[in-house]
């Protein structure tokens, strides 16, 4: 079950803080993150019809602080910052774009902070969790 602070957009269930980001692969416009809760209970967050995807220092034992997940009219445009603090980064006119079509069309921005490790700013069509 997907349940999000109203406030926060928190994931809190199922709770990841502490958790590990163990594996992350990709098909077309679907990716699956393979996470961890701290009692190792496994999960997948799948992010389908993705949009934009950026990923930042994986690494072994990537634990997780916490995971957010907004979605259109909610979501503000700085909640897109960081696809502009990358190596790789889009232009200020990119992100305006980019932040008018997440309202728009009611897309997701996911965004998976650490405690160590690996970042993820992500925007889909629909994200979801599988328990294995």
Same mark, same amino acid.
């Given at each position: ?10 994931? #809190? ?5 502490? !958790? +590990?980001?163990?594996?992350?692969? /990709?098909?077309?416009?679907? #990716? ?7 009692? +190792? ?13 950026? +990923?930042?220092?994986?690494?072994? !034992?990537?634990? #997780? ?6 979605? !259109? !009219? ?11 603090? /990358? ?32 970042? #993820? ?9 599988? /328990?294995?």
């Amino acid at each position: 079950m997907l349940k999000i602070a109203e406030d926060s957009h928190a994931l #809190i269930e199922p709770n990841l803080h502490d !958790g +590990a980001l163990v594996g992350i692969s /990709s098909d077309n416009e679907r #990716i699956d993150l393979t996470v961890d809760d701290a009692e +190792a209970r496994r999960f997948h967050i799948i992010l389908d019809g993705v949009v934009e995807f950026l +990923a930042t220092d994986f690494k072994q !034992g990537n634990i #997780i602080l916490d995971v957010t997940i907004v979605q !259109g !009219g909610q979501t503000q445009a700085n909640d897109l910052g960081t696809l502009n603090q /990358s190596e790789y980064s889009q232009d200020e006119k990119y992100l305006q774009k980019l932040h008018r079509r997440v309202v728009d069309e009611s897309l997701y921005v996911l965004q998976l902070n650490p405690s160590y490790g690996c970042q #993820i700013i992500s925007i889909a069509r629909k994200v979801w969790i599988e /328990s294995t």
